[in-house]
C-alpha cells in the first residue's frame, strides 16, 4: 500500500459552528487535544477546530519514538518531563494509548560514531539521564538479531514508545467523553486581533469569538500567524517512512543507529522505519526571505536534504507578487520519496541480516 490505514473516517463539516467558546484551539493534533482535555478538566470550554481531519498532520504519522537520548541540550529537560507526562496520561487513560517504556538504543559502529554517542551521554549526565553503555555481549544480548558491525550502543531504559494512530484514537475518545466539541475539515483562514487582543477567528465555515485562540498548527503556523501580523520564523522539511509486513520479534526497544535508520516494531510486528534526518526540502517564500539564517543550515545538512525548487514556490512567489495571503500547505503535494524508502529498507536488511529475506513493504508514508 502507499499508506498506513485511515486514522478515522473522513470527517463533514456538518454541525454548526457556535457563535463563542472560553478558548478556541487551532489544530486537533496531539497537542491540540491534550490542550483541550487540559482546559476541559481546569473549569472551562474549549472547542477544537481542524482543518483537515484529526491527526491528519504529523501527529498521526510519526516513528513514535518519545526519547530523551540524543535531544540537543537545549530540550533535554522539557523531554524528560514530557516523558514523565507521558507515563502519567497512560495510567489515565490506560493500555490503548499505546505507550510503553520500552528504552532507547543509540548504535555505533565506527570511532567517530561511538563519540557521538558518549558526547550525548555526558549531557544526559547533567540532567540525571539514566544511561547504560553497551559493548560486545551486553549489546547483543539486549538485540541479538543485529549485525555484527556495531561496536557499541547506547541505552537509557526510561525512553519510551507509543503507535501514534492508537495515540490519537485515544485522545479522540477522550475529547468526546468530555464532551469538547470537535469540528473537522473547518480551515481557520484568519485570526482576529483588534487593538493588539484576540476577538475571535474566521473559518471558512463562519466567524467565532473568543478572547483565547491557541494554535497547535505545526508547520502550518507561521502562515497562519502571518495573516496576524506576527513573524515566526520557519522551516519544514518532509521526511518518508514505511513499515514492513510482520516479522518474528525483535526487540522490544526503539533503534537509531548514529546518522542512519532509526525503527521500532510495533504491536502487530510491523517494523516502522525511517532514514533519520533525511528529507525532502520543498523551498517556500519563508526559505526565501529568510535565505541569510536559513543557508548555513541548508549547507551544514546537504547530504540529508533533497532540495527541490518547484510548483509550490513557484505558487508563493505569485501570491505575494499578488499581495495574496501564502495558501495553506497540503498533504497532497508531500509525495513519499521512493528512493528514501529503498535505501532504508537496504539499511534495515544490513542492521537485521536474518530477516533481509523477509523484509517486504507494507506501508509507506509522509
Known sequence: G???????????????????ADVIVVGAGII???????LKQAGLHPIIIEAANAGSGQSGRNLGFIRVQGRDEAEVALMARSSELWGELSQ??????????????????NARDVDRVTEWARVGERFDVDFHQLRGEELYKLCPHLSKSYVFGGFTPRDGQADPQAVMRSLLDHVDQLGIALFQQTPVTSIAINDKSVKGVQTKRGYVKSNAVLLATGAWTSRLLAKA?????THAGVATMAATRPVAPLSE??????GQLG????AGGR???????????HVRWEDVRGAISTLPTFWSNRRAMNIKIGRPLLEDLTDVWRGRDLRPFKWAE?????????????RLAHMIPSLASELELDAVLT
Do not use: C
Not at 502507499?2 to 463563542?20: M, Y
Not at 489515565?92 to 559502529?109: M, N, T
Not at 517494523?271 to 526540502?281: A, C, E, K, R
Open 32 to 38: 491540540g487535544l491534550l490542550t483541550a482535555i487540559g
Open 92 to 109: 489515565k487513560i490506560g493500555p490503548q494509548l499505546s505507550f510503553r517504556r520500552s528504552g532507547h538504543v543509540s548504535l555505533a559502529s
Open 271 to 281: 517494523i516502522v522505519f525511517g532514514l533519520g534526518g533525511y528529507v525532502d526540502v
Open 229 to 233: 501580523g506576527i513573524a515566526l520564523p
Open 253 to 258: 526497544s526503539t533503534m537509531l543507529e548514529v
Open 263 to 266: 525503527f521500532r516494531q510495533d
Open 2 to 20: 502507499r499508506g498506513l490505514p485511515i486514522l478515522v473516517e473522513q470527517a463533514e463539516a456538518s454541525d454548526p459552528l457556535p457563535n463563542s
Open 334 to 346: 508531500f509525495l513519499p520519496n521512493d528512493g528514501f524508502v529503498k535505501a532504508g529498507l537496504a
